[in-house]
Nanobody
């Protein structure tokens, strides 16, 4: 069993910053974790992912603005979001994969078995 709890969402103006956190508790070994987002009427998309060895991957739309990191001692995943844009508005979800990750940290939603409940991010212009 894996439990994931996100926090840190909120409302900010364009150009602002937020840091999302995802606290995890897991009976199984977590090999990869990721941040996903879903705006109303749109598919859930992978924003950033990190493997247990620290390798990361980012969607082109957030490269240079978002940073994913993990604190293994605290079992917490983070997403630092800078230079936020209105198009970043979405529900943000944390996800975990308890199978080995090959070929890097995946950002496909079908690669993850465990999901948090989400935290809302709203960016106004």
């Amino acid at each position: 069993q894996v439990q994931l709890v996100e926090s840190g969402g909120g409302s900010v103006q364009a150009g602002g910053s937020l840091r999302l956190s995802c606290a995890s508790s897991a009976y199984y070994t977590i090999y990869c974790m990721g941040w996903f987002r879903q705006a109303p009427g749109k598919e859930r998309e992978g924003v950033a992912a990190i493997r247990s060895d620290g390798s990361t991957s980012y969607a082109d739309s957030v490269k240079g603005r978002f940073t994913i990191s993990q604190d293994n001692a605290k079992s917490t995943l983070y997403l630092q979001m800078n230079s936020l844009k209105p198009e970043d508005t979405a529900m943000y979800y944390c996800a975990a994969r308890t199978r080995p990750c090959y070929g890097g940290a995946p950002r496909n939603k079908y690669d993850y078995e465990w999901w948090g409940q989400g935290t809302q991010v709203a960016v106004s212009s």
